[in-house]
């Protein structure tokens, strides 16, 4: 199931004790790290990165962390983003207002949010990315996600 499931994403994903032997040679690395890191771990991994993306839910759970860990980063002077993800469609403003309170608190957040949809455990049940879902109704979510490379990369200039 691993092997099938690599030879069909867009990327290599490793083993954090395996990423060394992946890093020469690469233009991006993502480093995907347990919920809530201890914030030692999360300043010394900010030191390496030219971006630190922190993503977030929108909800009230999830503000006060956040916060902590923006001040914590906020520190070290470390290059990071809030993202707002799983953002709920239209009416709510869940989404809006999460980042609103981000950066009423200093939080610097991407203007992108990703929304929630259903394609995203459709492709992880079928072991792809969210754009090579075969269904025209969920282009949207990869959509967002073209929205943000570019807001990333605007970033880096």
């Known amino acids: 199931m691993v092997r099938t499931w690599r030879k ?14 992946f890093v020469a040679g690469s233009d991006y690395i993502i480093i995907d790290t347990p919920a ?3 914030s030692d771990d999360l300043k010394e991994l900010a030191k390496g990165c030219d971006l630190m993306i922190l993503p ?9 962390p956040m916060l902590e860990i923006a001040r914590d980063l906020g520190a070290t002077k470390a290059n990071f983003r809030a993202l707002v993800t799983i953002v709920p469609p239209p009416p709510s403003t869940e989404g809006k207002q999460m980042r609103d309170e981000l950066e009423q608190g200093g939080v610097p957040v991407f203007k992108t949010t990703i929304r ?12 792809v990315a ?3 879902i075969d269904d025209a109704r969920l282009r949207i979510a990869w ?3 073209q929205k943000l490379g570019k807001e990333i990369e605007e970033l880096l200039k």
Request: hydrophobic fraction near 45%; proline fraction near 9%.
């Open 8 to 21: 069909k994403m867009p990327f290599i994903a490793v083993d954090q004790r395996q990423a060394v032997k």
């Open 36 to 38: 809530r890191p201890d």
């Open 56 to 64: 977030t839910a929108p909800d009230v759970l999830s503000l006060q």
């Open 116 to 127: 929630r949809s259903v394609g995203f455990p459709k492709a992880a049940l079928a072991g």
């Open 130 to 132: 969210i754009r090579d």
């Open 143 to 145: 959509a967002d996600y």
